[in-house]
């Protein structure tokens, strides 16, 4: 167990903020889990529980204790299930499961961030959920040092949202993740532009690995790497209107991207609203609107929080201006 006061959180977060926070706890087993429910106290207050850190921006020094897993273990249960530590990267899961024969997760590859944190965030991405996967979470409550399971459906998943974002915030800590797969491959190639990439190689029929690799260079194409210019991926959710609200922007804005939800239900690109509000690659200080993804904010070089919270607040007055349309973070802001 890891147990240190006054941490800093610069590798614990993507965007590259420098913030400290009181306390800094890593528990690496279930049993440190419950140790540390134990331990913590009043003045421990108020609690973060942070996974890889790719979907934070702090806005100023943690007054209150981190929590991180350091569960680190991946076990493959029989022919289509897998259950992997909470502290265990995700696409190393990604990784495993391809290597293996294991299908459904590929869409979801070089998604920054740790197993934990599929199963808060719902991660998402080319047409796939973290939730379509998702058999059931293992946790730790933090109130009392139980050890709890939840089915997919106790997790109430939807876009972006699960029950541990909302009613079961800071409650408990999760420890692992069962997947379920399949043995039968069938690739989802409709959404985004995943078809015309591979049109590109020449390959029609791709292999799950070439999919993968891919998937891989679309999101490298529009993605900034961290590490070069702090990034927390995708920053807004793609708002979700109805149809009513869809078909009459589609006729003023002809060519308005859109993915059919239900019968009554459009999403429409946020990325695409953004760039339409005249934003991408656009900056504020020095906070920016990614040149190559509107859909991305990004720190060029010291920026703070703020002033980072002060840019997407900007972008969310001007798209509600031109399209009467909320968009909203899919970042955590502290």
Known sequence: MIDEKDYSLLRHNTFGIEAKCKRFIEYNSVEEAQQVAKMLT?????????????????????????????????????????????????????????????????????????????????????????????????????ETGRICRFTNDECDYSYRQSKFKHTWRDRFLITAVTYKLSETYEPKLDYGNIRAALAVKGIDFPTAAELREVITEIRNAKLPD???????????MNPVVSTQKYNELAQQYEGMPHYS??????????????????????????????????????????????????????????????????????????
Not at 226 to 236: E, M, R, T, Y
């Open 42 to 142: 009043e003045a421990d207050q108020p609690l973060l529980i942070l996974g890889g850190g790719s979907n934070l921006l702090l806005t100023a020094d943690y007054d209150g204790t981190v929590l991180h897993s350091g569960i680190r273990f991946l076990e493959q249960i029989d022919s289509c299930h897998v259950r992997c530590g909470s502290g265990y990267v995700w696409d190393d899961f990604v990784a495993y499961c391809i290597a293996n024969g294991l299908y459904g997760a590929e869409n979801l590859s070089i998604i920054p961030g740790e197993v934990g944190a599929s199963a808060v965030q719902n991660i998402g991405a080319y047409g796939v959920e973290a939730k379509d996967l998702i058999v059931s979470v293992e946790a730790v409550e933090i």
């Open 226 to 236: 961290p590490k070069v210019l702090g990034n927390a991926g995708s920053f807004f």
């Open 261 to 334: 939800i239900d019968n009554e239900h459009e999403k429409i690109p946020a990325g695409w609203l953004i760039e339409q509000c005249g934003w991408k690659g656009k900056a504020m200080g020095k906070a920016a609107v990614h040149d190559k993804q509107a859909l991305v904010l990004v720190n060029r070089g010291g920026a703070t929080g703020n002033e980072v919270v002060r840019l997407c607040e900007t972008i969310q007055h001007d798209v509600m201006q031109k399209f009467g349309i909320e968009i909203n973070p899919e970042v955590n802001i502290r």
